[in-house]
């Protein structure tokens, strides 16, 4: 069994900033790739940064110069560092770990999500 617990999610004035942490755990030889999504109230679930674990990253471009993703992947952790926040980035993030090989099989998996919320 595989979870992905995230972390750090919360209120925040605009142009603040904030860190999201999200580590998996269980049976993992390796994981592939690691990232962020956000879901907004009305909105379709979006891709907001992912990582390889060679450290090949990808950002959405609303988020490019502003957010950084990050990953230590001994402890099978991505990070989130998201900075100059905008009223547009209140949203669910959810964590996601991409083609998790656990010894017997090769899953996708989602944590639970964390709130951020961008507000004055």
């Known amino acids: 069994q595989v979870q992905l617990v995230e972390s750090g999610g919360g209120l925040v004035q605009p142009g603040g900033s904030l860190r999201l942490s999200c580590a998996a755990s269980?049976?993992?030889?390796?994981?592939?790739?690691m990232g962020w999504y956000r879901q907004a109230p009305g909105k379709q679930r979006e891709l907001v940064a992912a990582?390889?674990?060679?450290?090949?990253?990808n950002y959405a471009d609303s988020v490019k110069g502003r957010f950084t993703i990050s990953r230590d992947n001994a402890k099978n952790t991505v990070y989130l560092q998201m900075n100059s926040l905008k009223p547009e980035d209140t949203a669910v993030y959810y964590c996601?770990?991409?083609?998790?090989?656990?010894?017997?099989?090769?899953?996708?998996?989602w944590g639970q999500g964390t709130q951020v919320t961008v507000s004055s």
């Open positions: 996601n770990a991409d083609q998790v090989w656990t010894g017997w099989a090769l899953d996708d998996y």
């Open positions: 990582i390889t674990s060679g450290g090949s990253t």
């Open positions: 269980g049976s993992i030889f390796s994981i592939n790739a």
